[in-house]
């Protein structure tokens, strides 16, 4: 995106990261949100986000999303049941997949909202020849929320950050800590704003769903 904070980037007219929060406000399970900013914004934040919603908190964030994560974590209430971490640079998620997240977290395993792959994909090595074509069936497209108990996810991260371990997706960490996830089924639509023509798609996504 340019070097742009895409949270503020503007769809139909309203910050990604409004969008990207407004079906768990509207949630009947969700009883709180920390959303983890970048420090300076954390301090400040920008009035619209300050005055959203009571159950609101925000915190500062970190260098990665890790660090993030981490940091928004600290701040969950200890009787929480599940915790569920989502993109704000995913703007469409609906109400079902947030439902379907905390309907097998709350069975006490990790679980990840996904898509399945519908292309070939190739491994290939450092000078870019193919050396395996994976098989597509057996491979999903992982998005966010992802769901999980909250001592689950809170003791994965504080493992990782004992051991120095980065990882790309919260269930990564929980995998290696010996957590159990699954996939549950995300959504086509549920994209993730990467580049500038994803704020077109998006726009196109949302005009249809309305």
Request: aromatic letters at 4%.
């Amino acid at each position: 995106m340019g070097g742009r904070r895409k949270q503020y980037e503007e769809l139909a007219g309203e910050p990604l990261l409004l969008h990207a929060l407004r079906p768990f406000l509207e949630h009947p399970a969700i009883t709180g949100i920390v959303v983890a900013l970048p420090p300076g914004d954390a301090e400040s934040p920008p009035p619209w986000l300050a005055a959203l919603d009571r159950r609101l908190i925000l915190t500062a964030g970190g260098m990665t999303r890790g660090d993030s994560v981490r940091a928004a974590l600290e701040r969950v209430p200890e009787d929480a049941d599940v915790v569920l971490i989502h993109d704000a640079a995913r703007p469409l998620v609906s109400l079902a997949v947030i439902d379907r997240c905390i309907h097998v977290a709350a069975g006490g395993v990790g679980a990840v909202a996904a898509w399945p792959e519908t292309d070939t994909v190739k491994e290939v090595d450092d000078s870019g020849r193919i050396v395996a074509t994976r098989d597509r069936r057996r491979l999903w497209r992982a998005q966010t929320p992802q769901a999980f108990p909250r001592g689950m996810i809170v003791q994965a991260y504080r493992s990782a950050e004992v051991e120095g371990y980065v990882a790309t997706d919260d269930a990564a960490l929980v995998e290696r800590y010996g957590g159990t996830v699954l996939v549950v089924e995300g959504a086509a639509d549920n994209i993730k704003i990467t580049r500038p023509e994803d704020l077109a798609l998006a726009e196109a996504l949302l005009a249809q769903r309305s």
